[in-house]
């Protein structure tokens, strides 16, 4: 068929029946079994983990007497939304009759400073650690990752006793602390990673240039870090704010955080269960995080892969 | 005047040691490389003398001042990169002057230096680009423009080239010679490559296992390597070595390796002269004349086994006194596979070694 081709050269090639001869680009199939099964197991997966949210939001847009007809999927008849408006302003927590929102400030008040403080402590760790080898470095270093294996439970009472001394016990003050130190391992980890990921000839070649330590870590290392950053402030947004544990030992209920908050209202043992406005302030506790993910998803794929290169 | 000194220099990374006891001079405007196969510590010397490494003994001199324990910016040294580490966020420009506003210099003195480096680079029209926006070849000129405006009396490469394809690197190669008769800086060069090491060099330090082997001219070392690895790495195609036997017959001085014996009365031999034993006997490829006539101390008749054509040149593979053997011809005059060919050579340009410690004989 060679000199056929040849000789209808600068015309379109004419595809006669009969001749199935392989040419230019393999045809797919768009429903193959190799898609169906594919693009099936997506969906079914991706529907056994939106059935919960769809339920939560349903429900908190019903009202009590319709949620009690027991039709747990069916969409709202009537659509409310005094159970967000409660959940947010007017549920009771112990003595507090101003729902979430109290704290929601608490937990933005909590997370703000201690994902600031422990990515730039951690940040500038990592970049020590990565490229100026330091006499003792990699000592600290172990000690810092053997650190986050020791379980919280074991820490929680000394670190009651040290806040007390400090001064900041039950304070917002004192979470953040916590919080900052608890994060202080795997963010170094993570900043490490990178730097080390970063080619080496970079930083000497700042070296040669003139520049110090702070230098080359604000010049040279801080705007090639993006992704990482992003990385590190997704996890530590997210794992500081839904922590329940530090917040129910180190606060007082003036100062709780809004997961200690929300546990409150679920877990009430008096008066009606309302199922309506548990779902919408459980929904309001995790928005933020689910916001985070929503902005950053592509940036934080980005930064994890770059930061797995080179260990 | 000398320009670097480098005086017993050893370094150890833990049980590692990776140079041992080293002694380098460079004369002010020489264009030393430094030439050795991956782990031989050429690169690692580079660092120390750029002060990106701690040494663990030993002194360095730049100039005359002793900078062992100066920080890198402090020396007198500027460096390229084999991987260009041009700061990808800044511009062409901003790379440039990066080091200069360290150095608090003032504004129009950063500009006066920036363009003119960008002048003899022929960078001006990249100024104001990303190095991601620039070729291979273009970023390795910024590299060296970012060492240039640091107006330094010593220039560090290491391994500026081995990351640009090879037409690039020979382009790159000119320009770089090119900018030494210019600036006449002492310039100090790391490769692995012989081709970059014998056309940019004023002298060579060859080395390996962070020991300098042989440190001379490249045509001392490509002509009278002192010992058989110095022989074996530079040349490309290498060395032809044949193991035998030196030997006295009928009063004159011999090589016999089984069938091939090869006269040795003109040989070059070190002080201590003709000693019998087990020796390598080596020859460059090129200083075998193929079908050239009777007039070589030694011919031989041997079958041709593999032509192997290289453009220019052709390598023909044969087999003497029972071991594999090239030699490289024009290639007009190439030879057929299975053809026998008369071959000959002049002993005086060969090199012998001992087999048991290497050294040139």
Known sequence: ?311 | MTSVLVRDLSLNFGAVEVLKSLNLEVAEGEFLVLLGPSGCGKSTLLNCIAGLLDVSAGQIFINGKNVTWNEPKDRGIGMVFQSYALYPQMTVEGNLSFGLKNARLPRDEIARRIARAAEILQIEPLLQRKPAALSGGQRQRVAIGRALVRDVDVFLFDEPLSNLDAKLRSELRIEIKRLHQKLANTMIYVTHDQIEALTLADRIAVMKGGIIQQFDSPKTIYNRPVNRFVADFIGSPGMNFIEGELETRDGAPWFVAGDFRAPVSNYPFDGKGFRQGPASFGIRPEHVGVNTGDGWPFSARVPVEVVEPMGSDTLVWTRLGGQSFTMRVTSERSPRTGETVTIGFDPLNASLFDTETGERL
């Open chain 1, 1 to 311: 068929m060679a000199d056929v081709r040849t000789a209808s050269v600068g015309q379109v090639e004419p595809r006669i029946a009969g001749h199935d001869e392989a040419w230019g680009p393999r045809p797919r199939r768009i429903f193959s079994r190799r898609n169906i099964v594919l693009y099936g197991a997506l969906v079914i997966v991706s529907l056994y983990y939106l059935m919960p949210l769809y339920v939560m939001i349903v429900t908190s847009l019903k009202t009590m007497p319709e949620i009690r007809l027991g039709n747990v999927f069916a969409p709202p008849v009537e659509i409310t939304f005094e159970p967000w408006v409660k959940a947010w302003s007017t549920a009771c927590t112990g003595l507090n009759c101003d729902g979430l929102s109290r704290g929601f400030w608490n937990s933005v008040r909590i997370t703000i400073p201690s994902v600031i403080i422990s990515i730039a402590i951690a940040s500038v760790n990592g970049y020590a650690l990565a490229n100026w080898r330091f006499k003792g470095g990699n000592t600290f270093f172990t000690i810092l990752i053997v650190g986050a294996f020791i379980p919280y439970q074991v820490m929680i009472y000394p670190i009651v006793i040290i806040l007390r001394e400090m001064g900041v016990y039950g304070t917002l003050t004192g979470l953040i602390i916590v919080h900052t130190i608890f994060g202080m391992p795997i963010n170094t980890l993570l900043f490490r990673n990178y730097f080390s990921s970063l080619p080496e000839e970079l930083f000497k070649a700042a070296r040669v240039d003139g520049a110090g330590f702070w230098g080359i870590y604000f010049r040279i290392m801080l705007p090639m870090s993006l992704p990482i950053f992003v990385v590190s402030m997704i996890i530590q947004v997210t794992g500081i704010w839904n922590d329940f544990l530090f917040g129910v030992v180190y606060t007082k209920p003036d100062t709780y955080p809004m997961t200690v908050q929300l546990n409150n209202i679920v877990n009430s043992v008096q008066g009606v269960k309302e199922y309506n406005v548990n779902m919408a302030a459980t929904i309001l506790t995790g928005l933020v995080p689910l916001v985070i993910y929503f902005i950053s998803g592509k940036l934080f794929v980005r930064g994890i892969a770059a930061g797995a290169v080179k260990g």
